[in-house]
């Protein structure tokens, strides 16, 4: 291994360019512009290309305060509208990671991988978290909630 890193050090390789560079040949300037030119194509041809990340961060808005005069009716309104707000976003998020997935499942595909079942484990894997989260939450709804007695 130590043969290895004597071979690419950087001091050799510093060492290797001023020998070539000072080595008498009619070429020498030539390979060494052909050299950067290449060089310099191969990155400008990296940074011309566009890359897709993940999508941006939704954007959060802080409210610092509400109305001391708000109604109860005008307080129900502003939770069913933020209620249905927060379903339509978590449906988008959830359409673009099925996007994602059906992306990789062809990439699968393609390289000759079976992968219905790891799709449908996920799916099932999924399905089973959501169950989780929603009966904590309503198990946190009942203790919040107080239930009138019955008369």
């Known amino acids: ?52 990340g993940p999508p941006k961060p939704p954007e959060i808005i802080y409210f610092e305060s509400w109305r001391d005069d708000r109604s109860d009716a005008e307080i129900i309104a502003g939770n069913i509208a933020a209620t249905k707000r927060a379903k339509q976003e978590e449906a988008e998020q959830e359409a673009r990671e099925e996007r994602a997935r059906q992306v990789y499942r062809a990439l699968g595909r393609a390289s000759g991988i079976d992968t ?10 999924r399905a089973a978290q959501k169950q989780v989260e929603e009966r904590k939450n309503r198990e946190l709804l009942d203790q919040l909630v107080t239930k009138p007695a019955n008369k």
């Not at 060492?15 to 194509?41: H, K, M």
């Not at 219905?116 to 894997?125: F, L, N, R, S, V």
């Open 1 to 52: 291994m130590s043969d290895f890193w004597r071979n690419v050090s950087p001091a050799g390789a510093v060492r290797d360019i001023f020998s070539v560079l000072g080595a008498p040949s009619e070429y020498r300037w030539r390979a060494l512009g052909l050299a950067g030119l290449v060089t310099g194509g191969i990155f400008y041809v990296m940074v011309q290309q566009e890359g897709r």
């Open 116 to 125: 219905q079942k790891m799709y449908d484990d996920g799916k099932a894997e």
